[in-house]
């Protein structure tokens, strides 16, 4: 793995105001993600970092601002994050690290401009969600908001523009792991008065939301098959998803392989809880999570020598000699 410094260098950032903003992101990102920062740095290629880690920032960022308080005020401080957004977008200047950095990534990736426009355009329907009335709502959700933020870093995996194959592939892993999500997060979400199981699931197995906060018997054993029902979707959501491995460039492959499987640990880990969802979410196995990415390290490090081996030509952004 590449040091940071060498790292900014072989990405073409010398400006020594920009270093210092990528360096800010950086440990942004590593403070309040560390698996998946750990997982940016060991697997990608070192040119493409710095630009998968602003992406990630500013989405952060963004999320911020609508995580928390009433609707309203969420509502408002997005319109304005999303002026100075399009402001910055149209003047290519900023006064904010966050937008300096994703303006300096936009340079070398064009194709992400697209992608932040749409996560903004998607971010009011995240506020307004406290839950899905039925499996449409849901759907309408992944299309509105949860795809369009992971495109963020996806459209940076790939070889350009996303093709439209590449996005129904994102569309699928984003769905297997959006729903993972709601399911694993069930107690953390209900406590904040937010529930991702559309309420014709739970009627389906003879639940209700009041009934998921009471945690009464009746309940628990309603929530078992519910729990096996989703384990066998999103299971099946994630192993599809492994073909999107083979749309990205081969120095990429790792990564997506190590954030494909790292879900399925997670989902392993939420059925091994069983109804104790019901209490608070479940973690993969350290070790578990750690085999994976020393396993895709190894990969990614034959990658690399084998590309150097064959020439040692000079990398192009999102590749690595």
């Known amino acids: 793995m590449a040091t940071w410094p060498n790292t900014l260098d072989r990405a073409g950032i010398t400006d020594p105001a920009l270093r210092r903003d990528y360096s800010e992101q950086r440990q942004l990102v590593a403070r309040y993600a560390r698996a998946e920062y750990t997982a940016v740095r060991l697997l990608l290629p070192a040119p493409l970092v ?15 601002l609508i995580d928390q308080g009433p609707a ?48 903004l355009a998607g971010a009011p ?82 639940l209700t939301r009041q009934g998921l906060v009471a945690k009464d018997a009746t309940t628990v054993d309603g929530f078992r098959p519910l729990l ?20 990205v460039p081969a120095p990429n492959r790792p990564f997506v392989r190590a954030l494909i499987t790292i879900q399925g640990l997670t989902l392993r880990a939420a059925a091994r809880k069983g109804t104790a969802l019901l209490d608070g979410s479940a973690r993969p196995q350290v070790a578990a999570a750690l ?14 020598d084998t590309g150097a081996a064959a020439g040692g030509a000079v990398p192009k952004a999102g590749q690595e000699a």
């Open 50 to 64: 710095p630009d998968v880690l602003a992406a990630t920032a500013f989405m952060h960022h963004s999320d911020n």
């Open 72 to 119: 309203g005020e969420r509502i408002a401080a997005l319109a304005d994050w999303e002026s100075r957004v399009h402001a910055a977008l149209k003047t290519g200047e900023a006064d904010e690290p966050v937008l300096r950095t994703l303006l300096d990534t936009l340079a070398r990736q064009p194709q992400l401009q697209q992608y932040v426009e749409d996560f």
């Open 125 to 206: 329907l995240e506020v307004r969600t406290t839950g899905f009335a039925a499996e449409s709502d849901f759907q309408q959700y992944i299309d509105g908001y949860s795809l369009p933020a992971f495109l963020l870093i996806a459209c940076l995996l790939g070889d350009g523009a996303p093709t439209d194959r590449y996005v129904a592939g994102c569309r699928t892993f984003i769905e297997a792991s959006q729903r993972l999500d709601f399911l694993n997060d069930l107690a953390e979400d209900l406590d904040g008065g937010r529930l991702g199981l559309p309420e014709e699931l739970l009627a389906r197995h003879g």
């Open 228 to 247: 096996g029902e989703q384990a066998r979707q999103i299971r099946s959501g994630l192993s599809a998803s492994f073909g999107i491995v083979d749309l």
């Open 291 to 304: 085999r994976v990415l020393a396993r895709e390290y190894a990969a990614a490090r034959r990658g690399r």
